[in-house]
């Protein structure tokens, strides 16, 4: 009962972007955090699990090959929230939602819109409703991407740095969410994100991806951040602690490499 | 937050009341064309009442018998034509701007409407006297392949990575000087009589209408439409953005490009019949996204409709701005078009599209 990534490769052209990923895997009921440097390949990889980029390479879902499904199967499976949300479409967002559902649910509409009501609340996002995409704010926006997603009920979710534009409050906020949901709808939800103390704080298990499209570790938050790999792969001093019964804190110090540098490489 | 919450009716119930609003401009809309089919049969040379014409309409064998040969063999022609142009090129121009993701894409604009001119031409020119029974047809033929050649062109240049709205513009604008130049050719190698005609594709006009061009046109929509409402809400979803699509389960890449055909399809049969007119596919869609926005199972019908209306009110226009003269419907609308079209320009670098 999970999701199973073996020795996948993706190519632009002549140029790899993943590099044979392999050992991968994420559990239904918590969050798989995926964390790495810009350009390390993780929209790559969540785009190849959800089928939207071609890759080579082993995708199982409960052991079932995930290629032998059409896209529309497999949308109905596993749905990708981009990255980057930038639709000004002349819908409301309650029409939004809707189609996000829409798209793969064909059961009674009554139903449907009573799901994309009850998404909307607890997204609280109701009092929007009636607005139109473009009269949101980036936030906002982003936290109606989050309400297509989970108004689908799919049973992997790939969430590519879902909460990159939203303030301290509605990340805590949809973070805790997203545990309790991956809990209890024994969903499997991965999430690309650049903040190391949230994803430490919110996920059981992470996959960290290095430069050249490689995994560089996989496994519990505190075995995979350490001082010694935050070096190596982010290029970074930090200070990691763990301490007891308070959210672990990951303390970015200082990078290793100054701009403007080039060359002439710092140790501290 | 928790993960369930009480719910109420309030935000389906206001969901439910948008559409209803929608339900009754689409209805509205459909009136005022109806109203505007029937002062269109109404206006003319002859001045008739208008309790005859609609009688003429409705039980030509008891209206007076001048009045219902006028009715049914020259005018009901031309309007339903004016109406049956207007929804095939503004359902055309809906499609092309939601799968191009281009506020300024029509068939005008894309070069699609002067390909198939060019088309239509040149079966006129070189074509038709060896098959003058199929000539209609063939002059249609060739529109459609012609303007399937420019569609495709645009979808593949569309396919390019970075292409921006205003590119695909220019690419438009490239394509219909090259036909044009083409159409320039044939119209100098073109034989007096031939000549007349061509002269008539370039300007836009109705007065050719018949009952078995309105037959094709309407075949044409009768086609296309069930198409593009099946594809409802995948077309919806194409506007959320083509990685969002995607991940909605969309095949953008087939959509993308049976809808392209489909519409190529509609602007051909309406230029092969009527000549090229302008920013129909442009204005109707755009003043059907200020009033139902973009879900397609309002959007398509209500762009069909308020392009048949704007065709049928410059049908009206076109026969009374000059008292016993009969302008092309061309150059009406490129006049009421073209300040429209430079104020679109304008505003799309901020507006609805990203
Ligand atoms: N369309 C593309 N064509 C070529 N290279 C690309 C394309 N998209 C991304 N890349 C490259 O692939 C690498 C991984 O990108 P991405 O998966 O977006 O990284 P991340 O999400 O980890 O920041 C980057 O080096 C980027 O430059
Ligand atoms: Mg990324």
Redesign the interface.
């Known amino acids: 009962m999970s999701l199973k990534i073996e020795s996948l490769s993706v190519h632009f052209g002549r140029t790899r972007i993943l590099n044979d990923v392999s050992g991968l895997e994420a559990r239904p009921g918590e969050l798989t955090a995926l964390i790495g440097p810009n350009g390390a390949g993780k929209s790559t990889l969540l ?1 190849s699990i ?1 089928g ?1 980029e071609r890759s080579t390479g082993h995708i199982s879902l409960d052991d079932t090959a995930l290629d032998t499904l059409d ?2 199967q ?3 499976q596993i ?4 990255q980057d ?8 967002v ?3 939602v ?3 559902r ?3 649910h064909k059961t009674d509409r009554r139903q449907d ?2 799901r ?3 998404t ?5 996002l ?1 009092q929007y ?2 607005r ?1 995409l ?1 009269q949101l704010s980036g936030g906002q926006r982003q936290r109606v ?1 989050i309400a ?1 997603a989970v108004v689908r009920e799919p049973r992997v979710l790939m969430l590519d740095e879902p909460t990159s534009a939203l303030d301290l409050h509605h990340q805590l ?1 949809v973070l ?2 997203l545990v ?2 991956a809990r ?1 709808q024994q969903m499997i939800i991965v999430i690309a994100i650049h903040d190391l103390s949230l994803a430490a704080r919110f996920s059981r298990h992470m996959w960290l991806m290095g430069a050249g499209g490689k995994v560089c570790a996989v496994g519990a938050p505190e075995q995979v951040l350490t001082e010694e790999r935050l070096r190596e792969v982010y290029a970074i001093r930090a200070h990691v602690e763990w301490p007891e019964g308070e959210p672990p804190r990951v303390t970015p110090l200082a990078a290793t490499r100054q701009l403007g540098m080039q060359g002439r490489e710092q140790d501290f | 937050m928790t993960v369930t919450a009480p719910t109420t009716d309030t935000s389906i119930d206001k969901y439910l009341q948008r559409r209803r609003r929608h339900y009754w401009l689409l209805a509205i809309t459909a009136v005022l064309t109806l109203c505007s089919l029937i002062v269109d049969v109404a206006t003319g040379p002859g001045q008739y009442g208008l309790g005859d014409i609609v009688r003429a309409i409705v039980s030509p064998d008891d209206a007076p018998r001048a009045i219902a040969v006028i009715v049914w063999e020259i005018r009901l022609p031309v309007a339903l034509m004016a109406i049956m142009v207007g929804m095939s090129l503004a359902s055309a121009g809906a499609e092309m701007q939601t799968i191009l993701n281009n506020p300024l894409a029509d068939p005008f604009t894309l070069g699609i409407s002067a390909a198939a001119s060019f088309g239509a031409a040149l079966a006129i020119v070189l074509g038709v006297s060896l098959f003058p029974a199929a000539s209609e047809l063939l002059t249609t033929l060739n529109a459609f392949v012609m303007a399937m050649v420019a569609s495709l062109l645009i979808w593949l240049v569309s396919r390019l990575r970075g292409v921006s709205v205003q590119t695909m513009v220019l690419m438009g604008i490239a394509l219909m000087f090259f036909f044009n130049a083409t159409l320039g050719i044939l119209q100098y190698v073109a034989s007096a009589e031939s000549l007349q005609q061509l002269v008539f594709w370039s300007l836009g006009s109705l007065s050719r209408a018949s009952w078995s061009k309105i037959g094709i046109v309407t075949a044409a929509l009768v086609v296309t439409l069930p198409i593009f409402f099946f594809a409802g809400w995948r077309l919806t979803a194409l506007r959320m953005g083509d990685l969002q699509a995607r991940a909605l389960g969309v095949n953008v890449g087939r959509l993308r490009l049976t809808v392209l055909l489909c519409s190529s399809l509609l602007a051909a049969t309406a230029v092969a019949f009527v000549g090229i007119i302008g920013f129909i596919g442009l204005v109707g869609p755009h003043i059907a996204r200020m009033l139902v926005g973009e879900d397609q199972r309002v959007f398509l019908p209500m762009s069909a409709l308020t392009g048949a209306l704007l065709m049928s009110l410059t049908s009206i226009v076109s026969k009374t701005l000059i008292p016993g003269v009969l302008l092309p419907v061309g150059i009406i609308t490129a006049l009421i078009g073209l300040p429209f079209f430079v104020s679109l320009i304008l505003k799309s670098r901020r507006e609805v599209w990203g």
């Open positions: 785009k959800a939207i896209i529309a497999r949308a109905g749905y990708y929230l981009p949300i930038t639709s000004r479409a002349a819908l409301s309650f029409e939004a809707l189609l996000a829409r798209t793969t819109l009573k994309v009501q009850h909307l609340q607890t997204l609280e109701e409703a009636e139109d473009g991407a297509q906020q805790e969410w309790a949901l209890e």
